[in-house]
């Protein structure tokens, strides 16, 4: 955490980056939409993201051509929908580097893939005495299913620390696996609340050396960033469509596919079987026997336009020039005395999700008067409310970014929290 003075900001910096900020924008129907004659600035992409007119056409595209369900009809609609359906996965798999698209379960987000994982793997794993390692800066979704698992199984949790600059204790990491072990490390790639990056793939690796299995929550890095499942030896890695410009209700659960074939169903219904009698039944090959019932056709297909759209663009371009517009933000508030910013101060090493306080004005009545000034973000505990003791604060307001913002929308956001000062009288 960083307490700030004030001090002169500059009147002007111009992006080094050749990213066409404003034609990427013009893709975004929303961030054009005024609230009281002021266009809305979007700051809380971490909670969900706005969706191209490519994504939103290809929407409409399937509910008024192609709509029909998938894998069974031999009609030609339905032959079109499972077709998409199925693409999008492979552009999914391609997407992360998967081994192929047999790794990639569609559920509704990536609390339904962590809650998957706890009620398949774990519960057929985990036993009296095993032991869950994670962090302190962990999202609620992951942790809520392990408190419930634990309970079930007679298991136990153990928290990695993180340090006051908002980084992962990797001293206490290492004192974890080493002391009576884990079967399973599952920790956030980069925190929702701090914008911490934590180095999952050296994580990955110490863990596999104490054969602990380990589920990455990469809900705030595959928007963000090229992230290699490959690369990383991740056994599972989960994340959501609608923090990546697509859909809601539609997210990816990744796994190696020794782990996916030795796994019971999470679900039971039609389209994961292979065969139903009255006292038994048999299972389709994964992905398939993890996909009971209709599942989100179109929000499968969605997310593969929202995948095609941000690889036109860049994963390494997107990741790069929210870097430098997270060193901005953090310069730009930096320099309104009382402001308190949490988590670290390196934008190499952070997302751009930039959370604080200001002076003892309370988080929900900082982002009321925001809104006042059409700027949306978030206030409260962010579903993380163990961070939120360890940080000694029981809320803190949240500005996240995507490659859709702008610094314009940084000064406007620094020169209304210097009103809600003037306003609080502080």
């Given at each position: ?20 900020v ?36 290809t929407?409409?595209?399937?509910y008024t ?10 009609y ?9 359906h ?5 552009k ?7 081994n192929?698209?047999?790794e ?7 609390t ?8 398949s ?15 302190q ?13 634990c309970?079930?199984?007679?298991s136990?949790l ?5 340090t ?29 609340v ?23 929550d ?11 499942v ?10 959501s ?20 074939d ?38 499968a ?6 995948v ?7 994963m ?47 988080a929900?009545?900082?982002?009321t ?35 859709y913002?702008t ?16 306003v609080?009288?502080?």
């Amino acid at each position: 955490m960083q307490t700030s003075k004030s001090t002169p900001r500059p009147k002007e910096r111009v992006s080094t980056l050749a990213f066409d900020v404003a034609k990427i924008r013009e893709d975004f129907p929303i961030l054009h939409r005024q609230v009281d004659g002021r266009t809305i600035a979007y700051l809380d992409n971490a909670a969900t993201t706005q969706k191209p007119k490519q994504v939103i056409d290809t929407l409409v595209n399937y509910y008024t051509n192609y709509n029909a369900n998938i894998h069974r009809g031999i009609y030609r609609i339905s032959e079109e929908a499972t077709a998409a359906h199925e693409a999008a996965r492979a552009k999914i798999a391609q997407f992360i580097n998967a081994n192929s698209p047999q790794e990639i379960v569609f559920v509704r987000g990536t609390t339904e893939a962590i809650n998957l994982v706890a009620q398949s793997w774990g519960r057929h794993n985990l036993g009296p005495g095993d032991g869950i390692i994670l962090t302190q800066m962990e999202h609620h979704s992951n942790i809520v299913p392990w408190q419930l698992l634990c309970r079930e199984k007679h298991s136990h949790l153990k928290y990695v620390g993180i340090t006051d600059d908002g980084h992962l204790d990797g001293s206490d990491y290492q004192m974890q696996l080493e002391n009576d072990g884990a079967k399973l490390v599952t920790v956030s790639h980069a925190s929702n609340v701090l914008g911490t990056i934590n180095p999952v793939r050296e994580m990955i690796r110490d863990a596999h050396k104490h054969n602990s299995r380990v589920l990455v929550d990469a809900a705030q890095s595959v928007p963000h960033m090229p992230v290699d499942v490959q690369d990383l030896d991740c056994d599972f890695l989960a994340f959501s469509g609608h923090k990546m410009c697509g859909p809601t209700g539609i997210g990816v659960l990744y796994a190696k596919k020794e782990l996916l074939d030795s796994m019971p169903p999470f679900h039971g219904g039609g389209e994961m079987i292979r065969e139903v009698h009255m006292y038994e039944s048999t299972w389709k090959d994964p992905p398939y026997k993890f996909e009971a019932g209709t599942t989100n056709i179109a929000g499968a297909i969605g997310l593969g336009a929202a995948v095609d759209y941000l690889n036109q663009i860049g994963m390494r371009k997107i990741r790069l020039y929210e870097q430098e517009l997270t060193r901005y933000v953090l310069d730009s508030l930096s320099r309104i005395k009382g402001i308190s910013i949490y988590g670290p101060r390196d934008p190499t090493q952070r997302e751009a999700v930039v959370s604080f306080n200001v002076g003892d004005i309370h988080a929900h009545d900082m982002a009321t008067l925001l809104d006042e000034d059409a700027i949306c973000v978030r206030s409260g505990h962010h579903c993380a409310q163990p961070l939120m003791e360890r940080l000694g604060v029981s809320a803190t307001t949240r500005a996240s970014f995507y490659l859709y913002n702008t610094e314009q929308e940084v000064d406007r956001l620094a020169e209304s929290l210097e009103r809600a000062k003037r306003v609080f009288k502080l």
